[in-house]
């Protein structure tokens, strides 16, 4: 039964770290960050450069501006501040920063956990682009539950591998009979 227990409460404990790294990071992006612009602004223009690179070496003939980018005659799509990941880069790091584990493996992980959001993301905004063109009818759909299934997929693969590689705790090892 106190076996039991410490599980309980260290499934408590990781929930209460959750929620207030939430609190804090909701506030820190909200309050600072999303208003200051300057973030949200340079990441998603380098989405918007990485994005086009990946279009025209496919072929496509892409037009930028700014924080749009499109293929041919479609409208293009406006990458605003809530589909440029800074939110859910925020997300995978709060998991991170509550799970117990190495705080080594911890500070190596996190920034391989913001390269691969940033990564899905521009192949993400780089399919959609393509669907728009080729399939402008589908797209609303595929933006809203597909891609956005797809990216929170990514995150909690991210969360289980940080669960898997940053335990600080050694597996206990069964006792031989």
């Known amino acids: ?5 410490g599980t309980y409460l260290d499934i408590a404990l990781f929930l ?18 999303l208003p200051d612009g300057r973030l949200d602004l340079f990441v998603s223009r380098n989405i ?3 994005t086009a690179t990946l279009l025209q070496v ?18 293009g799509l406006e990458i605003i501040d809530g589909c440029n990941g800074i939110e859910t880069i925020g997300l995978l ?11 080594v493996k911890r500070w190596l992980f996190i920034p391989t956990g913001i390269l ?9 905004i780089y399919f959609l682009a393509i669907i728009q063109y080729h399939w402008y009818s589908g797209f609303q759909v595929i933006h809203d539950y ?7 997929l990514v995150v909690f693969v991210m969360w289980v ?7 600080a705790r050694p597996l206990k090892q069964p006792h031989s009979a």
């Open 16 to 33: 209460a770290k959750v929620i207030v790294i939430y609190i804090f990071w909701y506030v820190l992006y909200h309050e600072w960050l």
């Open 48 to 50: 918007v450069s990485v």
């Open 146 to 152: 597909t891609f956005t299934l797809i990216f929170y």
């Open 58 to 75: 496919s072929g496509y003939e892409v037009f930028t501006f700014d924080r749009v980018i499109g293929i041919g005659p479609a409208n």
């Open 1 to 5: 039964m106190n076996l039991l227990k």
């Open 93 to 103: 790091i709060g998991f991170v920063i509550a799970y117990p584990g190495s705080n």
């Open 161 to 167: 591998i940080w669960v898997l590689f940053g335990e």
């Open 116 to 124: 691969v959001i940033y990564l899905v993301n521009a192949l993400r």
